[in-house]
């Protein structure tokens, strides 16, 4: 009788329960194809064998990642930022790898890092961050320069070393970071430095590097300084203008010394004025997490005004959410009704809400005005006898606000059609 050879063993021991959460959690992140086209909904008409596969490679050491669907994003200042879209099959991988690597990482990472933490969030750094403004006088709004795209490989892959001794974790992550970038003409980008925005596991590299490079060099070093890490956005806080010109300095020196670089023209010293600190400074503003931190006009719980250095809203946020609006061309929308604008409009509409209008939510309110004045343009052009009346238009949906306070998220919010809105803070 012919014996039945046992099942070759793997390389390395990789469950099968950690593919298929991982694929989970890539289903729930949504996304789009990568180089191979391959959406998640093609993906899953053979979910089984594919994830088989996947685990198969992982498990044998034979898995090789695809080249990185590179996206041009337009920055502020004009230029363009790199993303790195990853396939399917890349996004679970990398988030198996995440998975095991995590755990092992996240007890060493520093109380004030925000970004991609569990149990943290931009708004809890923003909080956080203003409580620090009205503690001490000074910032350091720091920029890091192209941050993604110059991360030494040696330094990540040394960080990871030391908080793993699975030898596939280590293989894999490398193999990720010299993954080229395939251009929109399939042309391929070879790299030898950074990790490309968009990928699974790229956060997390991200947090490990400068938890070594600036995290944890600062508690060594400047132990009394406070700071909030969000990835690559940071703010340091100091006592003095000298301190301050001196943290940007040797800081600067620290992260040359890490293969980063300190964006001189965007890092700027700024002078948290309020109403116990006089005098004028160049910089008396600086934005971290989507929020513009000056001086505001606030009010005390006695009732008394009063000048604090308070976050709110960005310009540059507030921009982002009309631009998000007019792509949604409701005026135009004349087969909807009201109740279906809503639905549409209001799961974005609670989202600004959440963010934004946590801190100073007088300014979103603000922001929100001119979806009322949509609104009223939507109303001329579904009803003919209100064509040319838009005083008669706003009477309309004045109306329908007094019936329905709640159909819009933003008349939840305090801005609703008749003018009414929720006083400054």
Not at 91 to 97: F, G, K, N
């Amino acid at each position: 009788m012919s014996r039945v050879s046992e099942p070759k063993p793997k390389s390395f021991e990789i469950s099968k329960r950690a593919v298929w959460d991982a694929y989970r959690r890539v289903k729930a992140n949504k996304g789009a194809a990568g180089v191979d086209g391959e959406s998640i909904e093609e993906f899953e008409r053979d979910l089984s064998g594919n994830l088989y596969r996947l685990w198969n490679r992982l498990s044998s050491g034979s898995y090789f990642p695809p080249p990185v669907r590179a996206v041009e994003i337009p920055k502020r200042d004009g230029s363009l930022r790199m993303l790195g879209v990853p396939t399917v099959a890349d996004r679970i991988a990398q988030t198996v790898v995440c998975g095991y690597l995590e755990p092992n990482v996240e007890p060493f990472f520093h109380d004030d890092s925000y970004g991609y933490r569990p149990g943290r969030s931009a708004l809890d750094a923003v909080g956080v961050c203003r409580e620090r403004c009205w503690r001490n006088d000074w910032v350091v709004d720091m920029d890091i320069r192209a941050f993604f795209d110059r991360v030494p490989w040696d330094l990540v892959l040394k960080a990871v070393a030391h908080h793993t001794d699975e030898r596939w974790i280590l293989l894999y992550v490398e193999r990720w970071l010299k993954a080229p970038l395939q251009r929109g003409d399939g042309s391929l980008v070879e790299r030898d430095r950074g990790t490309p925005q968009g990928s699974a596991i790229s956060p997390l590299l991200a947090n490990m590097m400068l938890h070594y490079a600036f995290d944890a060099w600062m508690a060594r070093t400047f132990p009394a300084i406070p700071f909030e890490r969000y990835c690559d956005d940071v703010i340091v806080h100091a006592r003095s203008e000298s301190q301050a010109r001196y943290l940007r300095d040797v800081i600067a020196r620290r992260l040359a010394e890490c293969g980063l670089e300190l964006n001189e023209r965007k890092t700027r010293i700024v002078y948290c004025k309020d109403a116990d600190r006089c005098g004028s400074f160049e910089h008396q503003s600086f934005d971290f997490l989507g929020y513009t931190f000056r001086p505001r006009r606030s009010r005390s719980k006695h009732g008394n005004y009063f000048l604090s250095f308070a976050p709110a809203v960005s310009g540059e946020a507030t921009t982002r959410m009309r631009r998000e609006l007019r792509r949604w061309r409701l005026h135009r929308r004349s087969d909807k009704t009201l109740t279906d604008l809503a639905h549409m409009l209001n799961p974005v509409l609670q989202g600004q809400i959440n963010y934004y209008g946590r801190f100073y939510p007088s300014a979103l309110r603000l922001s929100f005005r001119h979806l009322n004045d949509t609104l009223v343009r939507w109303a001329m052009r579904k009803y003919k006898r209100l064509r040319r009346h838009r005083s008669r238009a706003r009477r309309l949906l004045a109306d329908v606000a007094r019936r329905q306070p709640a159909l819009f998220a933003h008349w939840r919010f305090g801005v609703r059609p008749d003018g009414w809105t929720m006083g400054a803070r």
